[in-house]
């Protein structure tokens, strides 16, 4: 199998996409997407399980990320207009529906997918965090956990040590990355560490203070033991937002679970899919 990459454009900016079947009809759809500091590369190991299971698989870069061009005002990047960017490639691509698996700020992409455009939406899978709301009403713990969170709002100090070797470099920071190099040569080309703080910055505000809508889909949720930055509380809570069935599964691991398991993380797809 071989990915194709192509391109689209909405809102005035194009977005990269990888695609395993281009035009194919007679699959269902998977939308895989990714998180920070990743691009749709990190699903590689689910593309090829889930395409060899008969399924068309598209994992999109988010706008700033990637491939996808890089968008000058903060406000571009609010999750919920990033989930209809992803209701746009659909459109794009003649889809009416797709399954919707999602890691980290994809994960909340694919909560906001999936409560804003549930007529798109049939199997929901999230990877690390909870409903929005749920995180967002997340007890003290996960507040300590998020402190970076704040970190990532301070424009241009932020940049300046996330990109060095220190204490608050990217590297110490998110140091259980399994492929950081790979991470801080993309994140070193200009504008490229900006746009991927940007989601935080159009984000996470309105995460904390509004209510988000309910999920109809039914949905898998995956959390690891070792995540340091997210606490089980929020994932678990997440059920309560939910309409459509729910089933939990701990894994052990650290934040990259997909990337850490992926044998047991396909497994977990594949049986949620079928």
């Excluded at 903060?74 to 529906?97: S, T």
């Excluded at 007890?139 to 970190?151: A, D, P, R, V």
């Excluded at 809508?213 to 606490?231: E, K, N, Q, Y």
Aim: charged share 25%.
């Amino acid at each position: 199998m071989e990915l194709t990459r192509a391109k689209f454009e909405h809102r005035g900016f194009s977005h990269s996409y990888l695609d395993s079947a281009p035009g194919a009809r007679d699959r269902p759809v998977v939308m895989l997407l990714h998180g920070f500091p990743d691009t749709a590369a990190m699903w590689k190991a689910q593309i090829d399980t889930l395409h060899a299971a008969g399924y068309r698989c598209i994992a999109p870069d988010t706008l700033g990320c990637g491939e996808s061009d890089i968008a000058p005002r903060v406000r571009d990047y609010n999750a919920i207009r990033i989930a209809g960017d992803r209701a746009a490639l659909l459109d794009h691509l003649g889809i009416d529906k797709a399954h919707i698996i999602g890691h980290d700020w994809g994960a909340v992409v694919a909560w906001f997918f999936a409560a804003y455009h549930p007529q798109r939406s049939n199997k929901l899978l999230v990877m690390s965090v909870g409903h929005p709301t749920a995180y967002g009403r997340a007890g003290f713990k996960q507040k300590l956990l998020g402190w970076y969170t704040i970190f990532f709002q301070f424009g241009g100090l932020a940049e300046y040590l996330l990109s060095g070797e220190g204490r608050f470099s990217l590297r110490k920071v998110f140091a259980t990355h399994p492929d950081m190099d790979e991470v801080m040569q993309r994140l070193r080309e200009p504008g490229r560490m900006t746009a991927a703080l940007r989601i935080y910055r159009a984000g996470l505000l309105p995460i904390l203070i509004h209510r988000q809508p309910r999920v109809s889909a039914p949905t898998l949720a995956i959390w690891s033991d070792g995540d340091r930055f997210l606490t089980e509380e929020q994932m678990l809570e997440s059920e309560k937002y939910l309409d459509g069935s729910w089933r939990y599964e701990r894994l052990s691991g650290h934040h990259w679970i997909s990337l850490l398991q992926p044998e047991r993380v396909n497994q977990l797809i594949l049986e949620h899919l079928s």
